[in-house]
């Protein structure tokens, strides 16, 4: 924060100050820092099934819906499209079609899914 004022355009075309108490500034040392940063923010943000890149056996965080709207978090493994739609396994039972089958059931629809975060390490 300075001492100094900012004034911002609205959308209506009016000016006024900004208000920066909600901002969140981060600092690199270096545009490598700031790439790390960015990467790191990405990552960590759901994403559409609809903009998920085909592939098969990779393994993702699923953020599934039931027909009453509950969400819920599961490991699955993504698979090849069937019908074009992307297919899902997991070995969490309660997600599954059938006790001894490791797909998706019908009744949790994926809606969204993320790339697993990488193995906590300790930092000397």
Known sequence: MSDGMTLV???DGTFGAYDDTYDIAIHCKSKEEQERA???L???CWIPVSDMPNGCGYPVLLTVENKFGQRE???AFTNYMK???QLFYTHE???CAELTSSRLSEHWKPIAWMPLPKCYKETE
């Open 93 to 95: 039972k309660e997600f």
């Open 83 to 85: 019908e074009g739609k």
């Open 42 to 44: 990405k990552s960590t």
């Open 73 to 75: 978090v599961c490991k």
């Open 38 to 40: 960015i990467k790191h």
């Open 9 to 11: 355009q609205h959308e």
